[in-house]
């Protein structure tokens, strides 16, 4: 392996021999996966000696590669960062008596969280200063914040691995010490018990991190007492704890691809047994909301985009089940939030949300409206059931996020915040627009996009298509200040609303996986197609991008249509599906079963084969791509994209740029804090900059 960085890296192949179904693969660089021991050893082995000097290697090999880019860089970060408020904090909410909020201060990478007693104008007291407990580490993440009853005790999460197992630990409000309880190899999330002495929580399985298992913890015992309330048995379920929004139930929530099951326990009784909300069902999504003496359920039973039901608390099983919204053919329910008097409905039709206020008392109903063509709506921060105020954010492609409060009762509403972009941002210097572009199979494909006003008038513009279509995730459109670096240089910003996600109903997403993925990439290469006929880019100035499972529709499209673009970038991207699919001890791969299909079965192997990036890759050109990943992802394992750069570069035929770069001390999210991982976007840009001659 060469160790000169003005030559690509060149990883030694040491062929391994992959049989199933009769079918033989040979993998040149199966030798790169390391265990997660491997990685960690303070002596490390041969092994795993080659493979970190391969991925140094080839982030020597990006480094100088885009060394001329290392000014425009610096440039592209200080802007990006010189956007973001440094004092900023977030919009106070009141729950159990204490208005909460979070803050950060000039300088500092990680939140503060705090709250004040009963008025806003009462002395500061600090739950977590993030900045100190995330002193001493490479990587820190704190999350799962929950005050017990009483408000004396926190419970909170911590990640010092990015690798999304964490160590639950304890903080005495009233004191502030640290109390000698810590869970390790947790989920992160907990509920609390009514009388503060409880608390619910879930561990992974050691090897897959499944989470599997809900524990009880009696407050001053060690773990080694701790009781185990519930274990599942099927690995195509994640499971996790949580309190109902009213306060009186502690809820374990099963889910899967196909269906969901709830298990419920007073939360004033906890030392009793949970009991099941209605049998399991091999397909049946569904959620539930506790008010007062019913449940609220959105489900998707003979409903395929969902329908509202109700239940009473004594009878929850679905024979029980009234229904109160019927299913609609066009319209989405995509989300509930309750209240006492209230049901508010997150609904999507022809790929916009809408907010639907239901009085449940009056029984009258209504839309709150909005105006721009393409829009994000997301229910923010609700903790009170007896309330009539709503939270909601509200964001666009020019217009930054938004925080309101509505009544309910009385239809006023008041902006609580709107993101500050330091340094100014006039929303009417940009336009956004949505299209629609015909699919292969006559589907039309939604795509939002933004644009700084004048830039049509110099088209064809350089222009960057992202999307993800996976998991029935809808890619919304929000505002983003980093963007801003990139419409400011005569860049269009564009969303592909691809098949996989839900952004056009449960059927949208249905025709986006297993056997019908295929959609996805026929979508996305279409959407190109139609960008380019339009006249808003041409080729050569046409870019993608796409992360984790938009990684795979990276490298699909990079197989199937290479010719399209100038520029690909992959970022932590799952390409190695096939071989990931067939090893249940990988992190999320029984789950996903029905996501992708098992490969232990003939037909859906030899589908998810004639897809799978890495195994199609060809002698034939790429586009100029950029691979970015993570050593401690547990999400999608570094070997996936390091195999796959090293077979492109075995293999390509051109002479376009081929980079990868890995962060050696990070994960699935990337670097954390709020300003370090704008380093890795500062790089992103400039990669594409760099093409288009503006470096």
């Known amino acids: 392996m060469s160790n000169n960085t003005t030559e690509a890296p060149d990883a030694p192949q040491q062929d391994s021999v992959l049989s199933i179904h009769g079918d033989t693969r040979v993998d040149p660089y199966f030798w790169m996966r390391l265990t997660d021991e491997q990685k960690q050893a303070e002596n490390p082995d041969e092994q795993t000696q080659q493979v970190l000097r391969y991925l140094e290697d080839e982030n ?33 909410y009141f729950e159990n008596g204490y208005w909460y909020y979070t803050r950060y201060e ?33 990587y820190y993440n704190a999350r799962g914040l929950q005050v017990s009853p009483d408000n004396k005790i926190l ?69 080694d007492n701790d009781m185990l309330k519930y274990e599942e048995k099927n690995p195509s379920f994640y499971i996790g704890v949580y309190k109902s929004k009213s306060g009186e139930y502690i809820i374990i929530g099963n889910q899967s691809t196909l269906a969901n099951d709830y298990h419920l326990l007073r939360a004033d009784q906890p030392e009793g047994d949970f009991q099941q909300f209605t049998p399991r069902e091999t397909k049946h999504r569904y959620s539930i909301e506790h008010v007062g003496s019913k449940f609220y359920i ?101 217009t930054p996020i938004s925080i309101y409060d509505y009544n309910m009762r009385t239809r006023e509403q008041e902006l609580k915040k709107r993101q500050e972009v330091v340094g100014g941002h006039e929303p009417t210097e940009y336009v956004t627009e949505r299209l ?9 494909i939604p795509i939002s996009l933004v644009y700084k006003k004048g830039v049509r008038e110099n088209a064809p513009a350089p222009l960057l298509l ?39 109903g449960r059927e949208w997403y249905e025709d986006g996986k297993m056997f019908k993925k295929k959609n996805t990439f026929n979508d996305y290469i279409d959407c190109a197609d139609y960008l380019i006929a339009e006249g808003y880019t041409a080729t050569e100035h046409l870019y993608g991008l796409g992360g984790s499972a938009g990684g795979l529709l990276m490298g699909a499209v990079a197989n199937m249509a290479p010719d399209r673009f100038n520029g690909l970038i992959a970022a932590v991207p799952f390409v190695d599906v096939v071989s990931t699919m067939l090893d249940e ?32 890759v060809a002698e034939q050109a790429y586009p100029n791509m950029l691979v970015t ?15 796959w750069v090293a077979k492109l570069r075995d293999k390509k035929t051109d002479d376009n740029l081929l980079l990868l770069e890995t962060n050696l001390e990070a994960g699935h999210g990337g670097a954390s804090g709020r300003f370090q991982r704008y380093k890795e976007t500062a790089l992103e840009y400039a990669f594409m900059l760099k093409l288009e001659g503006k470096d």
């Open 60 to 92: 020597a090999y990006t480094k100088s590669v885009m060394q001329e880019t290392e000014k425009l860089q610096e440039e592209l970060y200080d802007e990006i960062v010189g956007r973001i408020s440094q004092d900023d904090s977030s919009v106070p």
């Open 106 to 138: 000039e300088g500092q990478e990680y939140p503060i969280y705090a709250r004040k007693k009963e008025s806003l104008e009462a002395a500061e007291e600090i739950l977590l200063n993030v900045n100190e407990l995330a002193a001493d580490f490479d």
């Open 155 to 223: 419970a909170f999460a911590e990640d010092t691995l990015s690798r999304r197992v964490y160590t639950i630990r304890f903080k005495n409000l009233e004191t502030g010490e640290m109390l000698p309880d810590a869970i390790s190899n947790t989920q992160g999330d907990g509920a609390w018990s009514s009388n503060n002495q409880y608390y619910f929580y879930t561990t992974k399985d050691e090897v897959t991190l499944l989470s599997n298992k809900i524990w009880r913890h009696r407050l001053g015992e060690t773990v």
């Open 298 to 398: 959105r489900t998707d039973w003979e409903a395929p985009n969902y329908r509202i039901m109700e239940a009473p608390v004594e009878a929850t099983l679905k024979e029980n089940w009234q229904e109160m919204i019927p299913h609609r053919e066009d319209v989405f329910i995509e989300d509930m939030e309750a209240f006492q008097r209230y049901l508010v409905l997150t609904e999507k039709a022809n790929a916009l949300p809408k907010l639907r206020v239901m009085d449940t008392e009056a029984n009258e109903e209504y839309y709150i409206q909005f105006d721009e063509p393409a829009y994000l709506l997301t229910s923010a921060t609700n903790p009170e059931l007896d309330s009539e105020v709503l939270r909601y954010g509200y964001s666009s492609l020019t």
């Open 436 to 444: 629609f572009a015909p699919a292969r199979d006559g589907k039309q």
């Open 466 to 504: 992202y999307a993800y279509g996976s998991y029935g995730n809808s890619t919304d459109p929000y505002f983003n200040s980093a963007r801003l670096s990139l419409l400011d240089r005569g860049f269009i910003w564009a969303i592909a609303h691809v098949r996989g996600g839900q952004d056009m």
């Open 585 to 616: 001890s990988i992190p999320l791969t029984t789950n996903e079963f029905d996501e992708w299909g098992n490969p232990k079965n003939l037909e859906s192997y030899q589908y998810m084969l004639s897809y799978s990036p890495y195994d199609n």
């Open 629 to 643: 990943t993570g050593l401690f992802d547990s999400q999608v394992q570094y070997w996936e994209p390091a195999k």
